[in-house]
């Protein structure tokens, strides 16, 4: 089965630089998610109750996009090569993926993370992958928003920082806790100050 082999990948992109956001329902197959999830490593980690104003429930561990396992790298690679292949002439492509993080979270009430945008040097798109498990993910745009139930294989790309202008910035998401179960996520990023770096800190 080809990864990714049956999005319409021009209709996504379209959706994406109109939307700053594009869900594609079920777009990975039961056994490349199962795949995925075997590749997170074990070092899970909770995340901090609190950033800024930022609440959240959530375990996580990640890794740099290039010590990743094969096939978390051929997904994060089809992402942006389809991405890159579908936008207008007149448009920079998005930048490679160089991070990954898995995140899982438990059953309850309340959210998994608050409403936020990814931080300054989250450039690029974004690309957040629901391994198995449902919850509520909601986009905010001006004085309306986005909701709906996750299932297991969709793909929600948001637009980063800086892309597909300059003065573009990521939308305001949010994602509530599952009603029932786990929810694990795999999210690629573009780290603008490199692998690893703050990105909370501007580059010189």
């Known amino acids: 089965m080809q990864i990714l ?26 056994d490349i998610c199962r795949d995925l999830a075997a590749a997170a490593p074990t070092t899970w980690e909770a995340e901090p109750d609190v950033i800024g104003t930022v609440r959240q429930r959530a375990m996580s561990t990640g890794l740099y ?8 790298r051929q997904v994060g690679s089809v992402i942006c090569d389809s991405l890159s292949a579908a936008i ?23 959210y998994s993370i608050t409403a936020h945008r990814d931080p300054p040097l989250c450039g690029g798109v974004i690309a957040i992958v629901t391994l198995f498990g ?18 297991d294989g969709d793909l929600v790309i948001l637009r980063g920082n800086g892309w597909p202008t300059d003065s573009d910035t ?14 694990v996520i795999l999210t690629f990023r573009h780290n603008a100050g490199g692998p690893g770096a703050n990105y909370f800190t501007e580059i010189s």
């Not at 996009?65 to 094969?70: K, S």
């Not at 449902?134 to 299932?151: D, I």
């Not at 949010?174 to 009603?179: H, I, Q, S, V």
Request: glycine share 10%; with cysteine.
């Open 134 to 151: 449902q919850a509520v993910f909601r986009v905010h745009r001006g004085a309306g928003k986005a909701e709906w139930k996750t299932a």
């Open 170 to 183: 990521c939308p305001v998401h949010e994602a509530e806790l599952p009603d029932t179960g786990e929810r």
């Open 65 to 72: 996009f290039d010590r990743a396992a094969g096939p978390v």
């Open 88 to 110: 207008p002439s007149d448009i920079v492509s998005p930048p490679l993926f160089n991070e990954v993080r898995w995140s899982k979270s438990e059953a309850g009430s309340g």
């Open 5 to 30: 082999g049956d999005v319409n990948w021009r209709l996504t992109t379209s959706a994406l630089l109109a939307d700053g956001f594009v869900r594609v329902e079920r777009a990975l197959a039961g």
